[in-house]
Nanobody, 123 residues
Framework: QVQLVESGGGLVQAGGSLRLSCAAS????????MGWFRQAPGKEREFVAA????????DYGDSVKGRFLISRDNANNAVYLQMNSLKPEDTAVYHC????????????????WGQGTQVTVSS
């Protein structure tokens, strides 16, 4: 079993940056593919980013390409999401998730989920 806890969310002005962290306990993340998803009120859950267990391959949703960066530090059992050039439409609850198989853009492919952290971008 693994527990995931997100942190780093908050209120930021448009054009600003935030760095989200996802810390794991109970089990190492070294052999988990990791992803970030977000959900805004009244909207469907949206794929944001994913990274392989080795960190050698990453993938991003079209709406965040060129602005967000996913990374991981297996030695510290953590995954990060660097969010730059934030826009009001980025406002959502952000969740990290882990998969024991391979990364995917589908939420159903992930077995473990954090509770989420709120990101609010003001105009």
């Amino acid at each position: 079993q693994v527990q995931l806890v997100e942190s780093g969310g908050g209120l930021v002005q448009a054009g600003g940056s935030l760095r989200l962290s996802c810390a794991a306990s109970g089990r190492t993340l070294s052999n988990y593919a990791m992803g970030w998803f977000r959900q805004a009120p009244g909207k469907e859950r949206e794929f944001v980013a994913a990274i392989t267990w080795s960190g050698g391959t990453t993938d991003y949703g079209d709406s965040v390409k060129g602005r967000f960066l996913i990374s991981r530090d297996n030695a510290n059992n953590a995954v990060y999401l660097q969010m730059n050039s934030l826009k009001p439409e980025d406002t959502a609850v952000y969740h990290c998730a882990g998969a024991t198989t391979r990364w995917t853009q589908k939420a159903s492919g992930y077995e473990y989920w954090g509770q989420g952290t709120q990101v609010t971008v003001s105009s």
